[in-house]
């Protein structure tokens, strides 16, 4: 090209720019989703009793997911420098252990639909789907274990420690909001709410697999792994507040229950700004509503509830939250990915902060 030519080329629009970007992010989670899926499936045990084990474990792997988190780890670990090779094993785990979770909180909650799917208790039944989900548990191990002679066995074991501990920080987060329903918690403020989501979504969802990647792509040496906490943070906290605005839009896309987090309990945060907006009259009606069990609601409640959280302005600043998380994690950023050179897998993780409202 002509060097009066590249100056007559305009610059691309904002709404040009964030097109680009979003089809960026989509074909890298198509890629580096297909790849998961492709070396997972090779993890995917068979045999007696497939009927009642092996095809049920494999269900929610072969679902179409967004495929996130494996492809947070791959791409953090080439914006390093390291290769997808490198890089897909950890992945892997990092999938199956977050659709064990799936399993298991899907039966906790009483959900029904899962990736635009009945729930795997739904098809099969409680028991067998929670011992499926324990057998993805300990499926999640075998690509870290097969790691050992990629990386070394101080390597390996401390990427293993890593995962244990997430799991860890994913239990107790998901204890705290089945605590808060148990016991019909409601009096909560942003700070709680934050607290539970840092445990149980964005450990697993955005920090793990930012910090296993900068953990291959170092070999283990000096890589500072405290700021991907924050940046994790700040990313997986506004994706998951929009995850909570998602499930009251009626969107075939999303691929879960309408409305399944106010059948369920789940004090998300629109939830605690309504009630923390609401009158004495609107508190004691909201306490006694999901004081009831789940089968007890009816559209008619939830109807209620969602006309409360408009009145009283819980999306906007449900919304608003959410975008200045994402804004907060793009700081994080640029502390972080700032000195690399440009690549595709930086613009994606960069991406990320948009792709989240708009997928």
Known sequence: ??????????????????????????????????????????????????????????????????????????????????????????????????????VHDDIQDGSAMRRGKPTLHVMHGVPLAINAGDALFLLSLRPLFD???????????????????????????????????????????????????????????????????????????????????RFGFYLGAAFQIQDDLLNIAPDRRYGKE???????????????????????VERTRLASLFRRPRERRCEADIAWVLSLMARHGSFEHVGKFAHALAGAALDQFDSIYGNLPPSRDKAFIHGLANWIFNR
């Open 258 to 280: 309408l409305n399944g987090d106010l059948l369920e309990g789940k004090r998300s945060l629109l939830l605690i700004h309504a009630y923390r907006q609401s009158s004495a």
């Open 147 to 229: 790691n050992m002679g990629l990386f070394g066995s101080l390597l390996g074991l401390r990427i293993l420690r890593e995962m244990e501990a997430v799991a860890w920080h994913s239990l107790e987060g998901q204890a705290i909001e089945l605590g808060w329903i148990r016991e019909n918690v409601l009096e909560l403020d942003d700070a709680d709410y934050l607290n539970m989501v840092l445990k149980k979504t964005c450990w697993l969802a955005t920090i793990h697999p930012s910090r296993i990647g900068a953990l291959i792509a170092s070999r283990g040496g000096a890589v500072n792994l405290e700021p991907f906490i």
């Open 1 to 102: 090209m002509s060097r009066s030519r590249a100056k007559t080329r305009k610059p691309l629009s904002t709404a040009a720019a964030k097109a680009a970007m979003s089809s960026l992010v989509a074909e890298t989670l198509e890629e580096y989703g297909s790849s998961t899926r492709e070396v997972l499936s090779g993890y995917l045990p068979s045999g007696y009793p497939s009927r009642y084990l092996y095809e049920l474990l494999a269900d929610y792997p072969q679902r179409s997911g967004k495929m996130m988190r494996p492809s947070i780890c791959i791409a953090t670990a080439r914006a390093f420098g390291a290769n997808k090779t490198d890089a897909i094993r950890c992945a892997v785990a990092i999938e199956l252990l977050h659709n064990a979770m799936l």
